[in-house]
């Protein structure tokens, strides 16, 4: 059975950084594209960042661009998420997903459990 498990979570001061990380198993990784997801407290589920199969390709949000980077590795079936220059805004549950196309939710079928990062003034 496929499971993804993300980590690297916790509390970080504005401005700072986290890198998350997601471990995959179950699967043919390399075949899939992976991302991540997040959730605000009462807020919708939105798409954050995707990479292709191959690493080659990835796609952000509006509001991550040039902050965050998604990048994987296929030899060790996972994948990262570095979080750079944090607002208070990206307090959220990141989840990590994979499926053939992952930028819409509606499209997800495999979900992590999720991991809180909290970001403070």
């Known amino acids: 059975q496929a499971q993804l498990v993300e980590s690297g979570g916790g509390l970080v001061q504005a401005g700072g950084s986290l890198r998350l990380s997601c471990a995959d198993s179950?699967?043919?990784?390399?075949?899939?594209?992976m991302g991540w997801f997040r959730q605000a407290p009462g807020k919708e589920r939105q798409f954050v960042a995707a990479?292709?199969?191959?690493?080659?390709?990835?796609d952000y949000a509006d509001s991550v661009k040039g902050r965050f980077t998604i990048t994987r590795d296929n030899a060790k079936n996972m994948v990262y998420l570095q979080m750079n220059s944090l607002k208070p805004e990206d307090t959220a549950v990141y989840y990590c997903?994979?499926?053939?196309?992952?930028?819409?939710?509606?499209?997800?079928?495999?979900w992590g459990q999720g991991t809180l990062v909290t970001v403070s003034t």
């Open positions: 179950g699967r043919t990784f390399s075949s899939y594209t």
């Open positions: 997903v994979a499926d053939a196309d992952v930028r819409v939710q509606a499209w997800v079928h495999d």
């Open positions: 990479v292709s199969w191959s690493g080659a390709t990835t």
